[in-house]
Protein backbone atom coordinates (compact mmCIF):
# COMPACT_ATOMS: atom_id res chain seq x y z
CA UNK A 1 0.00 0.00 0.00
CA UNK A 2 0.92 3.61 -0.62
CA UNK A 3 1.31 5.59 2.54
CA UNK A 4 2.43 9.06 0.71
CA UNK A 5 0.31 11.94 0.71
CA UNK A 6 -0.73 13.86 -2.39
CA UNK A 7 0.65 16.82 -3.01
CA UNK A 8 -2.87 18.72 -1.96
CA UNK A 9 -3.12 16.40 0.99
CA UNK A 10 0.40 17.51 2.25
CA UNK A 11 -0.73 21.02 1.49
CA UNK A 12 -3.20 20.59 3.71
CA UNK A 13 -1.10 19.70 6.46
CA UNK A 14 1.09 22.41 5.82
CA UNK A 15 -1.67 25.10 5.92
CA UNK A 16 -3.35 23.64 9.59
CA UNK A 17 0.24 23.37 11.05
CA UNK A 18 1.20 26.77 10.18
CA UNK A 19 -2.12 28.21 11.33
CA UNK A 20 -1.43 26.33 14.80
CA UNK A 21 1.75 27.64 15.38
CA UNK A 22 0.54 30.73 16.67
CA UNK A 23 -0.62 28.98 19.79
CA UNK A 24 0.85 25.90 21.01
CA UNK A 25 -0.96 25.59 24.45
CA UNK A 26 -3.66 23.62 26.16
CA UNK A 27 -6.86 25.78 25.05
CA UNK A 28 -9.28 25.54 28.10
CA UNK A 29 -12.75 25.87 26.99
CA UNK A 30 -14.62 26.56 23.53
CA UNK A 31 -12.97 29.86 21.84
CA UNK A 32 -15.21 31.50 19.35
CA UNK A 33 -12.73 32.66 17.78
CA UNK A 34 -10.86 29.73 17.19
CA UNK A 35 -13.85 27.88 15.82
CA UNK A 36 -14.17 30.93 13.25
CA UNK A 37 -10.98 30.65 12.25
CA UNK A 38 -11.79 26.56 11.21
CA UNK A 39 -14.81 27.79 9.18
CA UNK A 40 -12.51 30.14 7.33
CA UNK A 41 -10.44 27.52 6.66
CA UNK A 42 -13.17 25.24 5.43
CA UNK A 43 -11.69 22.40 7.97
CA UNK A 44 -15.50 22.09 9.76
CA UNK A 45 -16.61 21.36 5.76
CA UNK A 46 -13.92 18.35 5.82
CA UNK A 47 -17.05 15.47 6.46
CA UNK A 48 -19.38 17.28 4.70
CA UNK A 49 -20.54 16.66 0.99
CA UNK A 50 -19.84 19.74 -1.62
CA UNK A 51 -23.96 20.27 -1.90
CA UNK A 52 -24.00 21.11 1.18
CA UNK A 53 -21.26 23.63 0.88
CA UNK A 54 -17.92 20.80 2.59
CA UNK A 55 -15.27 19.59 0.58
CA UNK A 56 -16.41 16.18 0.75
CA UNK A 57 -13.08 14.67 1.53
CA UNK A 58 -11.81 11.15 2.83
CA UNK A 59 -11.24 9.78 6.18
CA UNK A 60 -7.31 10.40 5.50
CA UNK A 61 -7.81 14.19 5.18
CA UNK A 62 -9.43 14.36 8.55
CA UNK A 63 -6.65 11.85 9.64
CA UNK A 64 -4.04 14.57 8.75
CA UNK A 65 -5.53 17.87 10.01
CA UNK A 66 -6.46 15.48 13.72
CA UNK A 67 -2.58 14.66 13.72
CA UNK A 68 -1.81 18.46 13.71
CA UNK A 69 -4.18 18.55 16.18
CA UNK A 70 -2.70 16.47 18.51
CA UNK A 71 0.72 17.96 17.70
CA UNK A 72 -0.54 21.26 18.95
CA UNK A 73 -3.62 20.18 22.17
CA UNK A 74 -5.97 21.70 19.64
CA UNK A 75 -8.80 21.71 22.55
CA UNK A 76 -11.78 22.72 20.18
CA UNK A 77 -15.24 20.48 19.82
CA UNK A 78 -13.71 19.56 16.27
CA UNK A 79 -14.12 15.52 16.56
CA UNK A 80 -18.09 16.04 18.20
CA UNK A 81 -19.31 18.36 15.20
CA UNK A 82 -17.44 18.31 12.59
CA UNK A 83 -16.65 14.34 12.32
CA UNK A 84 -19.67 12.77 14.57
CA UNK A 85 -22.31 15.19 14.18
CA UNK A 86 -21.39 16.14 10.64
CA UNK A 87 -21.07 12.14 9.54
CA UNK A 88 -24.04 11.08 11.15
CA UNK A 89 -26.32 14.56 9.50
CA UNK A 90 -25.10 13.16 6.72
CA UNK A 91 -25.66 9.90 6.19
CA UNK A 92 -29.06 9.55 8.00
CA UNK A 93 -30.25 13.06 8.32
CA UNK A 94 -33.64 13.62 6.41
CA UNK A 95 -33.14 16.41 3.43
CA UNK A 96 -34.63 18.66 5.36
CA UNK A 97 -32.23 18.39 8.17
CA UNK A 98 -29.28 18.33 6.45
CA UNK A 99 -30.64 21.18 4.37
CA UNK A 100 -30.68 22.65 7.35
CA UNK A 101 -28.32 21.85 9.35
CA UNK A 102 -25.07 20.96 7.34
CA UNK A 103 -24.36 24.14 5.80
CA UNK A 104 -24.71 25.64 9.34
CA UNK A 105 -22.01 23.16 10.49
CA UNK A 106 -19.81 23.98 7.63
CA UNK A 107 -19.59 28.26 8.20
CA UNK A 108 -19.30 27.60 12.34
CA UNK A 109 -22.63 28.63 13.05
CA UNK A 110 -24.07 25.12 14.28
CA UNK A 111 -21.94 23.11 17.05
CA UNK A 112 -23.08 19.35 17.81
CA UNK A 113 -22.29 17.01 20.58
CA UNK A 114 -23.12 13.23 20.92
CA UNK A 115 -25.06 12.62 23.95
CA UNK A 116 -25.34 8.63 24.25
CA UNK A 117 -23.23 7.59 27.42
CA UNK A 118 -25.55 6.94 30.71
CA UNK A 119 -23.93 7.15 34.37
CA UNK A 120 -22.96 3.23 34.86
CA UNK A 121 -23.10 2.71 31.28
CA UNK A 122 -18.92 2.15 31.14
CA UNK A 123 -18.41 2.48 27.42
CA UNK A 124 -21.48 0.03 25.90
CA UNK A 125 -23.48 2.32 23.28
CA UNK A 126 -26.19 0.04 23.38
CA UNK A 127 -27.08 0.63 27.59
CA UNK A 128 -29.44 3.34 27.50
CA UNK A 129 -32.25 3.70 30.04
CA UNK A 130 -33.14 6.69 28.56
CA UNK A 131 -37.01 6.79 27.34
CA UNK A 132 -38.55 8.25 24.51
CA UNK A 133 -42.29 8.16 24.79
CA UNK A 134 -44.64 9.11 21.84
CA UNK A 135 -47.21 12.02 22.54
CA UNK A 136 -49.48 13.12 19.98
CA UNK A 137 -47.19 14.52 17.21
CA UNK A 138 -43.67 15.03 19.58
CA UNK A 139 -41.72 12.49 22.11
CA UNK A 140 -41.15 13.22 25.48
CA UNK A 141 -37.41 12.44 26.88
CA UNK A 142 -36.29 11.16 30.16
CA UNK A 143 -33.07 10.46 31.24
CA UNK A 144 -29.68 11.45 32.15
CA UNK A 145 -26.40 11.34 29.92
CA UNK A 146 -23.07 11.45 31.35
CA UNK A 147 -19.76 13.04 29.83
CA UNK A 148 -21.07 14.87 26.90
CA UNK A 149 -17.40 15.94 25.07
CA UNK A 150 -18.16 19.88 24.34
CA UNK A 151 -21.49 19.54 25.37
CA UNK A 152 -21.76 22.84 27.20
CA UNK A 153 -20.73 24.83 24.05
CA UNK A 154 -22.99 22.51 21.80
CA UNK A 155 -26.49 24.52 20.27
CA UNK A 156 -27.57 20.65 19.46
CA UNK A 157 -27.21 17.50 21.05
CA UNK A 158 -27.88 14.27 19.54
CA UNK A 159 -29.22 12.40 21.94
CA UNK A 160 -29.87 8.44 21.56
CA UNK A 161 -33.27 7.35 23.81
CA UNK A 162 -34.83 4.08 24.30
CA UNK A 163 -38.52 4.02 22.08
CA UNK A 164 -38.50 0.05 22.92
CA UNK A 165 -37.04 -2.86 24.08
CA UNK A 166 -34.70 -3.39 27.31
CA UNK A 167 -32.13 -1.75 28.91
CA UNK A 168 -29.15 -3.48 26.99
CA UNK A 169 -30.83 -4.01 23.66
CA UNK A 170 -29.24 -3.08 20.20
CA UNK A 171 -33.07 -2.73 18.81
CA UNK A 172 -35.21 0.21 20.23
CA UNK A 173 -33.14 2.87 20.06
CA UNK A 174 -33.70 6.07 17.90
CA UNK A 175 -31.86 9.56 17.85
CA UNK A 176 -33.11 12.24 18.27
CA UNK A 177 -32.24 16.05 17.53
CA UNK A 178 -32.33 18.20 20.72
CA UNK A 179 -32.42 21.79 21.35
CA UNK A 180 -29.61 22.57 24.32
CA UNK A 181 -31.56 25.25 25.52
CA UNK A 182 -35.06 23.51 25.40
CA UNK A 183 -36.93 23.13 28.39
CA UNK A 184 -36.02 20.56 30.58
CA UNK A 185 -32.42 20.15 29.29
CA UNK A 186 -30.27 21.35 32.18
CA UNK A 187 -26.41 20.78 30.65
CA UNK A 188 -23.90 21.25 33.88
CA UNK A 189 -20.01 21.67 31.94
CA UNK A 190 -17.13 21.10 33.56
CA UNK A 191 -13.19 20.76 32.79
CA UNK A 192 -11.72 17.54 31.68
CA UNK A 193 -8.16 16.65 32.73
CA UNK A 194 -6.66 17.62 30.01
CA UNK A 195 -7.99 20.99 29.71
CA UNK A 196 -11.10 19.97 27.76
CA UNK A 197 -14.56 20.67 28.45
CA UNK A 198 -17.59 17.59 29.10
CA UNK A 199 -21.22 18.09 30.77
CA UNK A 200 -23.71 15.99 32.59
CA UNK A 201 -26.81 16.45 30.67
CA UNK A 202 -30.35 15.49 32.66
CA UNK A 203 -33.37 15.21 30.55
CA UNK A 204 -37.03 15.99 32.12
CA UNK A 205 -40.11 15.90 30.07
CA UNK A 206 -38.76 17.08 27.42
CA UNK A 207 -40.88 17.32 24.22
CA UNK A 208 -39.10 17.06 20.41
CA UNK A 209 -41.41 17.18 17.34
CA UNK A 210 -41.74 14.20 15.41
CA UNK A 211 -39.54 16.00 12.41
CA UNK A 212 -36.54 15.93 15.03
CA UNK A 213 -35.67 12.41 14.69
CA UNK A 214 -32.53 11.49 13.38
CA UNK A 215 -32.64 8.31 11.05
CA UNK A 216 -35.58 5.59 11.40
CA UNK A 217 -37.31 5.30 15.04
CA UNK A 218 -35.62 1.92 16.60
CA UNK A 219 -33.00 1.46 14.31
CA UNK A 220 -30.58 4.31 15.55
CA UNK A 221 -27.67 1.80 17.30
CA UNK A 222 -26.18 0.88 13.63
CA UNK A 223 -25.73 4.55 12.67
CA UNK A 224 -24.77 5.45 15.93
CA UNK A 225 -21.86 2.80 16.59
CA UNK A 226 -21.01 4.45 12.57
CA UNK A 227 -20.35 7.34 13.35
CA UNK A 228 -18.73 6.40 16.86
CA UNK A 229 -16.20 4.84 14.88
CA UNK A 230 -15.60 7.88 13.12
CA UNK A 231 -14.78 9.68 15.51
CA UNK A 232 -12.73 6.96 17.32
CA UNK A 233 -10.51 6.86 13.99
CA UNK A 234 -10.29 11.11 14.60
CA UNK A 235 -8.71 10.31 18.19
CA UNK A 236 -6.29 7.58 16.78
CA UNK A 237 -4.67 10.23 14.48
CA UNK A 238 -4.89 12.98 17.23
CA UNK A 239 -3.45 10.55 19.58
CA UNK A 240 -0.25 10.19 16.62
CA UNK A 241 0.50 13.75 16.85
CA UNK A 242 1.06 14.04 20.35
CA UNK A 243 3.51 11.32 20.74
CA UNK A 244 4.92 12.56 17.72
CA UNK A 245 5.08 15.94 19.58
CA UNK A 246 6.01 14.25 22.85
CA UNK A 247 9.17 12.25 20.82
CA UNK A 248 10.48 15.72 19.64
CA UNK A 249 10.59 17.41 23.27
CA UNK A 250 12.13 14.46 24.80
CA UNK A 251 14.49 14.35 21.68
CA UNK A 252 15.74 18.10 22.53
CA UNK A 253 15.59 17.92 26.26
CA UNK A 254 18.16 14.86 25.73
CA UNK A 255 20.30 16.45 23.63
CA UNK A 256 20.19 19.61 25.93
CA UNK A 257 20.78 18.55 29.20
CA UNK A 258 23.78 17.96 30.51
CA UNK A 259 25.12 15.62 32.97
CA UNK A 260 28.52 15.07 33.83
CA UNK A 261 29.94 17.29 31.48
CA UNK A 262 27.93 16.01 28.41
CA UNK A 263 24.54 15.62 27.11
CA UNK A 264 22.49 13.14 29.11
CA UNK A 265 21.77 12.04 25.28
CA UNK A 266 24.99 10.68 25.09
CA UNK A 267 24.27 7.41 27.21
CA UNK A 268 23.00 4.37 25.57
CA UNK A 269 20.41 3.33 28.20
CA UNK A 270 18.77 6.75 27.23
CA UNK A 271 19.19 6.32 23.66
CA UNK A 272 17.49 3.06 24.23
CA UNK A 273 14.70 4.38 25.81
CA UNK A 274 14.14 7.08 23.35
CA UNK A 275 14.34 4.39 20.56
CA UNK A 276 11.44 2.40 22.30
CA UNK A 277 9.34 5.47 22.17
CA UNK A 278 9.89 5.81 18.67
CA UNK A 279 9.25 2.62 17.95
CA UNK A 280 5.98 2.42 19.52
CA UNK A 281 4.85 5.91 18.13
CA UNK A 282 5.35 3.98 14.60
CA UNK A 283 2.98 1.13 15.66
CA UNK A 284 0.37 3.53 16.81
CA UNK A 285 1.19 5.69 13.39
CA UNK A 286 0.33 2.45 11.39
CA UNK A 287 -2.54 1.57 12.71
CA UNK A 288 -4.47 4.80 12.59
CA UNK A 289 -3.30 4.86 9.09
CA UNK A 290 -5.19 1.20 8.66
CA UNK A 291 -7.86 2.33 11.15
CA UNK A 292 -8.75 5.31 8.28
CA UNK A 293 -7.85 3.22 5.12
CA UNK A 294 -10.69 0.67 6.59
CA UNK A 295 -13.23 2.98 7.90
CA UNK A 296 -15.68 2.90 4.82
CA UNK A 297 -14.93 -0.47 4.60
CA UNK A 298 -18.65 -2.30 3.35
CA UNK A 299 -18.26 -4.73 5.87
CA UNK A 300 -19.11 -4.22 9.74
CA UNK A 301 -16.90 -6.72 11.23
CA UNK A 302 -13.53 -5.86 9.58
CA UNK A 303 -14.67 -1.88 9.92
CA UNK A 304 -14.83 -2.72 13.27
CA UNK A 305 -11.58 -5.10 13.77
CA UNK A 306 -9.58 -2.24 12.33
CA UNK A 307 -11.07 0.23 14.46
CA UNK A 308 -10.49 -1.90 17.98
CA UNK A 309 -7.19 -2.41 16.98
CA UNK A 310 -5.96 0.91 16.83
CA UNK A 311 -7.43 1.81 19.51
CA UNK A 312 -5.89 -0.75 21.60
CA UNK A 313 -2.60 -0.25 20.24
CA UNK A 314 -2.48 3.11 20.33
CA UNK A 315 -3.87 3.64 24.01
CA UNK A 316 -0.57 0.97 24.66
CA UNK A 317 1.79 3.14 22.88
CA UNK A 318 0.16 6.26 23.75
CA UNK A 319 0.75 5.62 27.48
CA UNK A 320 4.18 4.02 26.90
CA UNK A 321 5.23 7.32 25.29
CA UNK A 322 3.25 9.28 27.57
CA UNK A 323 5.51 7.60 30.58
CA UNK A 324 8.50 7.49 29.17
CA UNK A 325 8.79 11.50 28.32
CA UNK A 326 7.84 12.04 31.63
CA UNK A 327 10.18 10.46 33.22
CA UNK A 328 13.16 11.02 30.62
CA UNK A 329 12.07 14.75 31.44
CA UNK A 330 13.39 14.22 35.22
CA UNK A 331 11.39 16.33 38.17
CA UNK A 332 10.66 18.88 35.53
CA UNK A 333 8.55 16.03 33.74
CA UNK A 334 5.98 16.59 36.57
CA UNK A 335 5.70 20.12 36.50
CA UNK A 336 2.79 21.45 35.26
CA UNK A 337 4.37 24.26 33.61
CA UNK A 338 6.12 21.27 30.98
CA UNK A 339 3.89 20.81 27.90
CA UNK A 340 5.13 16.95 28.31
CA UNK A 341 2.49 16.63 31.36
CA UNK A 342 -0.13 18.09 28.99
CA UNK A 343 -0.02 15.35 26.58
CA UNK A 344 0.21 12.79 28.63
CA UNK A 345 -2.86 14.38 30.21
CA UNK A 346 -4.30 13.91 26.69
CA UNK A 347 -3.34 11.06 25.65
CA UNK A 348 -4.56 9.67 28.69
CA UNK A 349 -8.11 11.13 28.15
CA UNK A 350 -8.18 9.63 24.35
CA UNK A 351 -7.18 6.27 25.83
CA UNK A 352 -10.77 6.52 28.13
CA UNK A 353 -12.84 7.99 25.22
CA UNK A 354 -15.31 5.32 23.38
CA UNK A 355 -13.65 2.61 25.53
CA UNK A 356 -10.03 2.48 26.95
CA UNK A 357 -7.32 -0.17 25.60
CA UNK A 358 -8.57 -3.16 27.88
CA UNK A 359 -12.33 -2.46 26.58
CA UNK A 360 -10.81 -2.65 22.63
CA UNK A 361 -9.21 -5.69 23.04
CA UNK A 362 -12.20 -7.50 24.20
CA UNK A 363 -14.34 -6.27 21.43
CA UNK A 364 -11.50 -7.19 18.83
CA UNK A 365 -11.52 -11.12 20.36
CA UNK A 366 -15.43 -10.81 20.04
CA UNK A 367 -15.25 -9.91 16.43
CA UNK A 368 -12.77 -12.60 15.89
Given at each position: MNFSYSEEQQMLAETVMRWLAAETVVQRGFSPERWGELAELGLLGLNVDEDHGGLGATPVETLIVMQEFGRALFGQPFVSTAVVGAALLGNIGSAAQRDDMLPRIVNGSLRVALATLEPGARFDLADISTTAVRQGQSYVLNGRKAVVLHGDSAHVLIVCARTSGGQRDQDGLTLFLVDATAAGVTVRGSPTLDGQRAAEISLA??????????????????????????????????????????????AEHLRTRKQFGQPIGRFQALQHRLADMQIAVEQARSMALQAAALIEHPQRNERRKALSAA?????????????????????MGMTAELAVGN??????????????TDHHVELYGDLL
Open positions: DVQVPLDSVLGEIGSGYVPLEWAVDRGIAALCAEAVGAMEKLMELTKAMIGRSGHFVGQQAVQLHGGYFKRLTCIDMTWGN
